[in-house]
């Protein structure tokens, strides 16, 4: 099979090229208008692309926006994986910390990505992803208590990483608002010394069990 190509880059790799582009644009376009006033024919725009291009890889804005939220959300993860991973296991707070500083430095330097997430919870089609990253942002809190902490069990500490992070991001919500009186480093240092004090109540309550 002939695959044609333009320029050095093949059919594909141009495709895949324009999507980049109107994923870069869309992202732009959400932190001028919101996700509510989100339209297809301004991304177009703003990525310098006909509507031709934008539907060789969506069908409707609503695939762009689901696919956007999923890209910010990966890079989002990401970086918080690499930065706690950094850090030896048996330091959980430090651990934790450097986990959702991570996050929070991403928030806090791209208003953007700010946008995106915190009206991600009132659209129909980014409310579950958004629960999804509120899932996976819990199971790697699990994972860096079970790592400093064996002799837990993941299922066990499951519930309370969920209400962790579920509280975590609600607060730097309120911090990106201004409706916080406290600085960032005031913030992640209570957040992580939460994760600390669950990992903690956990390990008392195993001991008081197995007695």
């Known amino acids: 099979m002939v695959t044609r190509t333009l320029q050095g880059a093949s059919a594909a790799e141009r495709v895949a090229e324009r999507r980049t582009r109107l994923l870069a644009a869309a992202l732009d376009v959400v932190g001028e208008r919101g996700v509510r006033d989100f339209t297809m024919t301004a991304v177009c725009r703003a990525a310098g692309l006909t509507e031709r291009y934008f539907y060789e890889s969506f069908a409707r804005r609503e695939d762009l926006l689901?696919?956007?939220?999923?890209?910010?959300a990966a890079d989002a993860l990401d970086l918080a994986v690499r930065a706690a991973d950094a850090v030896?296991?048996?330091?959980?707070?430090?651990?934790?910390?450097?986990?959702?500083?991570?996050?929070?430095?991403?928030?806090?330097?791209?208003?953007?990505?700010?946008?995106?997430?915190?009206?991600?919870?009132?659209?129909?089609?980014?409310?579950?992803?958004?629960?999804?990253?509120?899932?996976?942002?819990?199971a790697l809190l699990e994972r860096l208590i079970t790592d400093a902490r064996p002799a837990l069990r993941t299922e066990d500490v499951r519930l309370s990483t969920v209400v962790l992070t579920g509280g975590v991001i609600d607060a730097v919500g309120f911090w990106?608002?201004?409706?916080?009186?406290?600085?960032?480093?005031?913030?992640?240092?209570?957040?992580?010394?939460?994760?600390?004090?669950?990992?903690?109540?956990?390990?008392?309550?195993?001991?008081r069990e197995e007695r």
């Open 88 to 138: 030896p296991p048996a330091r959980l707070e430090d651990r934790s910390r450097a986990a959702i500083g991570a996050t929070t430095t991403l928030l806090g330097e791209d208003p953007r990505v700010a946008r995106l997430y915190r009206e991600a919870i009132g659209h129909p089609e980014l409310a579950g992803r958004r629960q999804d990253t509120i899932a996976a942002f819990a």
């Open 66 to 72: 689901e696919a956007l939220f999923d890209s910010v």
């Open 176 to 207: 990106l608002d201004g409706r916080l009186d406290a600085d960032v480093d005031a913030l992640l240092t209570r957040c992580a010394r939460l994760v600390v004090a669950a990992a903690d109540q956990h390990h008392t309550e195993m001991a």
